[in-house]
């Protein structure tokens, strides 16, 4: 199992290449998805679901379009929940699941399912691959049952939210938070989101050990 310690100590001793490969036009892009939903309507616009998918990367992941339907209908009628406890998580995720993908699949969108929640809330994180690799996680997609698999994904975001929680609390990574700042002086960034770019990055860069 991971160690909050030693996630902290690698992400600070690869703080200044880590900050130095975020990438400034995908904190621009992030800032419009974010300023366009709060317009309202992203069941039916357009222009917002092309950007989002592109940026979050729906397009290629072998999606349907009755998929992404249901996946921005279910982003608006969510908009106004402040927090998502797990049973809400659960809803969404059986609700996606309803429908298959490209090759005839029904998967658990864990992954696109904390993008939703986090366009509706910017203090909850994301998980996706290069955050698993930094923490280390294993599964669950090799679990049958459905309920066990959404269970190990649960459990591992809530790791994710307690490790941001004690960062951002406790006052860690004040050097990182320091560099990123002076990189994006005007950012606009919740300290979640920005603790998300620094993650992602260090698992693209595997700098995570």
């Known amino acids: 199992m991971f160690e909050i310690s030693k996630i902290i100590s690698?992400?600070?001793?690869?703080?200044?290449?880590?900050i130095a490969n975020i990438n400034s036009k995908d904190l621009d892009t992030y800032v419009s998805i974010k300023d366009e939903f709060l317009k309202g309507g992203v069941g039916s616009n357009g222009a917002f679901q092309l950007k989002f998918n592109s940026?979050?990367?729906?397009?290629?992941?072998?999606?349907?379009k009755e998929f992404k339907s249901a996946y921005f209908k279910l982003m608006e009628e969510n908009r106004n929940t402040e927090d998502f406890d797990n049973r809400?998580?659960?809803?969404?995720?059986?609700?996606?699941?309803?429908?298959?993908?490209?090759?005839?699949?029904?998967?658990i969108h864990f992954s696109f399912a904390t993008k939703l929640m986090h366009?509706?809330?910017?203090n909850l994180p994301i998980y996706d691959s290069m955050i698993k690799k930094v923490f280390g996680f294993t599964g669950p997609h090799?679990?049958?049952?459905?309920?066990?698999?959404?269970?190990?994904?649960?459990?591992?975001y809530e790791a994710i939210k307690d490790t941001y929680r004690q960062?951002?609390?406790?006052?860690?990574?004040?050097?990182?938070?320091?560099?990123?700042d002076l990189k994006f002086p005007n950012s606009t960034l919740s300290k979640t989101k920005t603790l998300d770019f620094i993650f992602w990055t260090a698992g693209k860069l595997n700098l995570y050990h």
């Open 10 to 18: 690698s992400i600070s001793k690869n703080e200044k290449v880590i």
């Open 55 to 64: 940026f979050y990367r729906l397009n290629g992941a072998g999606l349907t």
């Open 88 to 107: 809400q998580i659960k809803e969404i995720l059986l609700e996606l699941f309803k429908y298959k993908n490209a090759q005839g699949n029904n998967c």
């Open 119 to 122: 366009t509706i809330n910017n």
């Open 142 to 156: 090799s679990y049958n049952n459905i309920n066990e698999k959404i269970n190990n994904y649960l459990i591992h």
């Open 167 to 180: 960062i951002i609390e406790n006052n860690k990574l004040n050097s990182t938070f320091a560099l990123f």
